[in-house]
Structure formats: C-alpha cells, structure tokens
C-alpha cells in the first residue's frame, strides 16, 4: 500500500517569509510525528499526535513553529518568519498505534521535505 | 531515555557478515532496544528491535549481551543495497514519550 508522503520534496524560501510542510500518513495510522533532521545529524523530533491533538510538542524550537492535523489524518507543520538556521530536512512519520504500550508501534517515515532558507 | 553509544562509520565488502555494534549501559530492565536505518536521501526504516532474547526477522539478527549494556546488529550477508546510516534506539514500552530519540547512528560503507 501507499507509504507517508510529504510535499513539497524541496522548498527554497527567502529568509522572513512563511512556509507550510505537508505530510499525508499510511491510511487508518492514528499516531503522527514530525522530526527534523540537519545535515550529518540524527533526526530530532519536533512533535507527536495521537489523533487531532498534539500529545507532545516538546520537541518544538520555538513558537515560530506549529503543527495542526485538524481531521486526525493529514499534519501540516507551519513555520513564521523562516530563519537561516532553519534550513533541515523535514521528515514526517506514522504510526498504527495499536496499543501495544508507549514506545512499541513501528514508526514509518516518509522521504521528507528539504527546507533551504536562503 | 537511556543514551546509546556507536562508532561513528564502519565498513564491509559485499557479501560478508557485518557486525554493528551499541553500548547502552545505562538501559532500564524494561527499556527495549531497536534498530533503524537510513538509506541516502531516504526516511528511516524499521530494522529490528528486541528485549532481551536474540531476533531474528528477514532483514537481520539482534543479539544482545546477557547485561544487557550492549547489543549487535547482525547483517548476515551486506549488499550494496544495505549501504546507509544506522541508528541504535532505546524505547520505553509503558509510559514513555512515544518519540524516537536518534544519535548519529553508524554510517555502513559496503565495498563491492
């Protein structure tokens, strides 16, 4: 079946200016994460919903970030006012979540978006 | 979450068994260990996780030391395919975040 895909695969933008990042998880995955990954880095997670809500933003840097999944499906992550430093590979994942316990569900990743603030 | 330790790069040629070695001396009797790659310009990918028994699935084995403050991730025959970045996860089952806490996992250079 279809993976998680995410779009656009590349975004440039010029500092200041506002992206939006989408991620379309497997079909019926409850559990939703965005990770961020910079070059030569490991990933590192941003935020995580079970659902419509967001059940641990801490991993955001700061409130120029945000991250809605208004129906429990699609997520997009928003970001204000882009800085240089946020220039990463954006990676989104899903989960089933089929209540196997915190920290057992298999997470499945998408290609992610590269993000290049010029 | 319990830190895990890797070698920063390993290498192998095609066809031999590669051994990916994790220290995690700090894991808690319930934390299981699991293993993702990345391949070049992809997401990750589930590998293989375990608690304390060795596991084998299709795509690789997982031994782990009897203390379990280490761990190896057995690619029994390296392809070129299997050429990718390797990370090394410790997960909570009950009650913890359900994040992925990565390092810089282990970059896996297979030689033809």
């Known amino acids: 079946g279809a993976g998680v895909s995410q779009t656009p695969s590349n975004k440039v933008t010029e500092k200041g200016k506002y992206v939006e990042l989408r991620c379309d998880p497997i079909?019926?995955?409850?559990?939703l994460y965005w990770y961020r990954q910079s070059l030569g880095q490991g990933p590192e997670f941003l935020i995580y919903f079970q659902g419509t809500g967001a059940a641990d933003d801490s991993g955001l840097p700061n409130d120029r970030f945000f991250a809605v999944r208004p129906e429990g499906s699609v997520s997009t992550l928003k970001i204000q006012r882009t800085e240089r430093g946020d220039s990463a590979v954006y990676l989104c994942?899903?989960?089933?979540?089929?209540?196997?316990?915190?920290?057992?569900?298999?997470?499945?990743f998408g290609p992610g978006t590269r993000l290049t603030v010029l | 979450d319990a830190k895990t330790t890797q070698p920063n790069s390993m290498e192998s040629n095609e066809e031999e068994p590669v051994h990916l070695p994790c220290n995690h001396s700090?894991?808690?009797?319930?934390?299981?260990i699991h293993w993702y790659r990345q391949l070049p310009s992809q997401g990750p990918e589930y590998v293989i996780h375990?608690?304390?028994s060795n596991v084998n699935n299709r795509m690789a084995s997982l031994a782990i030391a009897e203390d379990r403050k280490s761990s190896t991730l057995i690619l029994h025959r390296a392809t070129l395919r299997d050429a990718a970045v390797y990370y090394c996860i410790l997960r909570v089952p009950q009650g913890g975040s359900e994040k992925l806490v990565f390092g810089k996992g282990t970059k896996l250079t297979v030689n033809p």
């Open positions: 375990g608690l304390t």
């Open positions: 994942a899903s989960s089933p979540n089929i209540g196997q316990g915190g920290g057992l569900d298999t997470q499945y």
């Open positions: 700090t894991i808690s009797g319930t934390d299981y």
């Open positions: 079909s019926g995955h409850t559990a």
